[in-house]
């Protein structure tokens, strides 16, 4: 009588204790003691140490898959073993094997340390490793919590276009292309369109790319990135920052719950992240002030804030930090001027901690036809392409409020790395369009 064998993947073979499993990956790494060969095998939900014996499996298996270089595809089968010493507690005693794919002996990402252009270069097999691996886990499940925490906050997920005529943040960092010999630009943001979406369906978001022509060259830009954009009918600014500050508490339990293995794996003590709870403190632009020039720093009114300012004003909290009532000259057109001051927004950025910079721009809009008229002249953008958005403050215009929060940044900051470059699948940088 035949033992059943269970196919498995490597996260779940605790549930086959004793038993015998198929577990389908690559192989990761070897090391061999002469009559016992340890593998390292992963499969995408993690790694397992698979050992493999002369005695077991015969001679001719045993050099065959000696022999195989890393990276190569196999199907092993195998009895899994309690092993308190083992990363995920278990092991697999390795009964059989097939070769799908011998790998050629030079792939190119070896166990040692790589230079950050080279692993860029090689980013195609780079996201391979285990930590860039748990990196893309955390951001899915970031992606993840945002739908499931607005779809549960009544909100309805309304796509905005990538080709507009027309740009949201500011005409020096659009990209362009030719649109059937007329121009037309990447998104920047898919606020406008939102904006129209609302007096439709009351509460909305979009969830896509966004691009930015920035030429910065910095760790926390990248020419195309991911940004989810609520947008809600009848929204005061007070209400908007409840918002913010609930998702942004609801997507950082969401990893706790779901993805704590992986914050640990790439370094991120999940304590420090148990403390995001509301409210978050708040500081005026013009506290902000106040406190960059105490510090030392020369900012005067009316400056838009640098990576320095906003990690030295994030610093003094293990929360994230609101920053509201900016200056209107400095702010986007669409930007709401407070009516009992009108040099100021009803608009707030959110900054992380730890010098993790602005993950979160919102506030609310102007609703008033003449007012916003105004402000397109003065930032000189043209009527023709605005008309339509003009169009929503005269039929029916409401008070409305929305955000932007970029994935990345928000990924960096939770996973607590250097850059944002390893939390998207392949980036889009200022030196970088490959692979
Ligand atoms: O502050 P931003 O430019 O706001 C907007 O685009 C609004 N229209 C959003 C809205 O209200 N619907 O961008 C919002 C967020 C930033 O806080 C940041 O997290 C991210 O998008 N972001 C970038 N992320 C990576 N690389 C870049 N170049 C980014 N530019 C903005
Ligand atoms: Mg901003």
């Not at 009351?202 to 060259?217: D, I, L």
Request: with cysteine; hydrophobic share 40%.
């Amino acid at each position: 009588m035949n033992e059943t064998v269970y196919d498995s993947s490597v996260s779940e073979v605790g549930l086959y204790e004793g038993k015998l499993v198929r577990l389908k990956g690559w192989l990761y790494n070897k090391r061999s003691s002469g009559k016992v060969l340890f593998i390292i095998l992963r499969d995408g939900t993690g790694t397992i140490q698979c050992v493999v014996s002369r005695a077991d499996i015969g001679e001719d298996s045993f050099l065959t898959i000696d022999r195989l270089n890393q990276e190569s595809s196999l199907i092993i089968e195998g009895r899994v073993r309690k092993d308190p010493r083992a990363p995920g507690g278990y092991e697999i005693g390795v009964t059989g094997f097939s070769v799908v794919a011998a790998a050629f002996p030079d792939y190119p990402i070896s166990l040692k340390e790589h230079g950050i252009e080279f692993l860029l270069d090689h980013r195609h097999l780079w996201i391979r490793t285990p930590r860039q691996r748990a990196i893309l886990a955390i951001r899915a499940e970031v992606m993840k919590a945002c739908r499931d925490f607005l779809d549960g906050e009544g909100f309805i997920e309304v796509d905005a276009p990538i080709l507009t005529p027309s740009a949201c943040e500011g005409t020096t960092t659009l990209f362009s292309t030719d649109y059937f010999g007329e121009k037309a630009f990447l998104s920047q943001s898919g606020q406008l369109y939102n904006e129209a979406a609302i007096m439709a369906l009351g509460r909305v978001y979009c969830f896509g790319p966004a691009f930015r022509a920035e030429k910065s060259k910095t760790r926390r830009h990248l020419t195309e990135f991911w940004m989810v954009e609520p947008e809600a009918a009848f929204m005061e600014f007070e209400e908007l920052l409840g918002l913010e500050e609930r998702m942004v508490t609801y997507v950082v339990e969401k990893v706790l719950q779901n993805r704590e293995k992986e914050l640990v794996l790439v370094g991120r003590n999940p304590e420090d992240l148990r403390e995001v709870k509301p409210p978050f403190p708040r500081m005026t632009y013009d506290e902000a002030i106040k406190v960059l020039n105490e510090q030392g720093f020369e900012i005067s009114w009316g400056e838009d804030f640098g990576a320095p300012h906003e990690t030295a004003l994030a610093s003094l909290h293990r929360k994230p930090l609101f920053i509201t009532h900016y200056p209107t000259q400095i702010k986007a057109f669409y930007m709401k001027p407070d009516p009992d001051r009108p040099e100021v927004v009803l608009g707030a950025d959110l900054l992380a901690p730890e010098g993790y910079g602005e993950i979160i721009g919102g506030g609310e809009r102007i609703a008033d036809y003449d007012l916003l008229k105004q402000r397109l002249e003065e930032n000189r953008l043209p009527a023709e392409d605005y008309g339509w958005y003009l169009d929503l403050r005269k039929y029916g215009s409401v008070p409305h409020s929305g955000f932007g929060m970029g994935i990345e940044r928000l990924v960096t900051w939770i996973c607590r790395l250097e850059h944002v470059r390893e939390t998207i699948p392949f980036p889009r940088m200022l030196t970088r369009l490959r692979p």
